[in-house]
């Protein structure tokens, strides 16, 4: 069976995943999907947050914990399903990472409701948490990078490979499998490639 890392890059509802295998210093993908976070795709719930301040707070409250309890069910699901598919083709994900915000700790939901800023990061912190949960049910690890630090960890800490070749190697990964290959793939993919020289 082949070890694999996986990326996962996180926006409100959603999160991209890619597996990475293969050397360290030629990895291929594997698999690549986005994963969805809410059942309903609906502005409400897709930025649970921002939905949550239109409403009386119990009504926030009891909403919250509903999308979060969905987004932890959906995760596990779809996490699951990943690493069925993966062990079928003999594969098996021995490590994972998951790009982070800030990472600053959020207040209280009054707090939060009375702060733009701090609804774009719970938003966030929602979705990252519902993997994070998911993640821990199935004995995955889970390293968290911060994103604005993703290609200074790639180039200086785990692979010493300059930030500028890592773009064009990462651009490279996602011309055999096609579009999509956006940045939240891209992304996804060097946050994998970091769990492998782990």
């Not at 996986?6 to 995943?17: D, E, N, P, Q």
């Not at 719970?122 to 993997?131: N, P, V, W």
């Amino acid at each position: 069976m082949q070890t694999a890392g996986l990326g996962f890059r996180v926006h409100s509802g959603w999160a991209a995943a890619v597996v990475l295998c293969g050397p360290l210093d030629a990895p291929v993908v594997v698999d690549r999907r986005k994963i969805q976070l809410v059942k309903i795709f609906t502005y409400a719930y897709r930025q649970p947050y921002h939905t949550a301040g239109k409403m009386p707070r119990h009504d926030a409250v009891k909403f919250i914990r509903g999308v979060q309890l969905d987004a932890k069910r959906l995760a596990l699901s779809s996490l699951r399903s990943l690493l069925a598919n993966l062990a079928e083709g003999d594969f098996k994900i021995v490590h994972s990472a998951l790009l982070l915000s800030s990472g600053r700790a959020l207040p209280a939901l009054d707090q939060i409701l009375a702060s733009h800023a701090l609804i774009h990061t719970a938003d966030g912190e929602l979705f990252r948490d519902s993997l994070r949960a998911a993640c821990a049910t199935c004995n995955l690890p889970l390293e968290g990078i911060r994103e604005k630090e993703l290609f200074t960890t790639a180039s200086s800490k785990a692979l010493c490979v300059q930030p500028a070749a890592l773009k064009r190697r990462i651009a490279a990964l996602g011309k055999d499998i096609g579009p999509p290959w956006s940045q939240d793939e891209k992304f996804a993919a060097l946050g994998a490639w970091i769990t492998l020289a782990r």
